[in-house]
Nanobody, 113 residues
């Protein structure tokens, strides 16, 4: 079964950039439409960005700052995050837009000076 593995999170200063990666062990992501989510303590896991074929879509509060993409094989999904703000601090996860795969462990992004 596909296991999602997120990576790339770290501590970054406000205004900085990070690129998150999502890969799969035990299978391939190439057949799936994919999305990035984030969650803060006590809050629901929120879908931020999705890539469906060549089409991408974003929540308004990350539009223009975050970019979702995937590599040529389709097996790795990225989230380029620019102009990071303290309220972008969260654990970031990938999954399909319908949340059909088992969740990975996520990757922590902390935006702080």
């Amino acid at each position: 079964q596909v296991r999602l593995v997120e990576s790339g999170g770290s501590l970054v200063q406000p205004g900085g950039s990070l690129r998150l990666s999502c890969a799969a062990s035990g299978g391939s992501l190439s057949a799936y439409n994919m999305a990035w989510y984030r969650q803060t303590p006590g809050m629901q896991r929120d879908l931020l960005a999705a890539i469906i074929g060549r089409y991408t879509d974003y929540k308004d509060y990350v539009k223009g700052r975050f970019t979702i993409s995937r590599d040529n094989t389709g097996n790795t999904v990225y989230l380029q995050m620019n102009s990071l703000k303290p309220n972008d601090t969260a654990v970031y996860y990938c999954n399909t837009p319908t949340r059909m795969l088992p969740w990975g462990q996520g990757t922590q992004v902390t935006v702080s000076s």
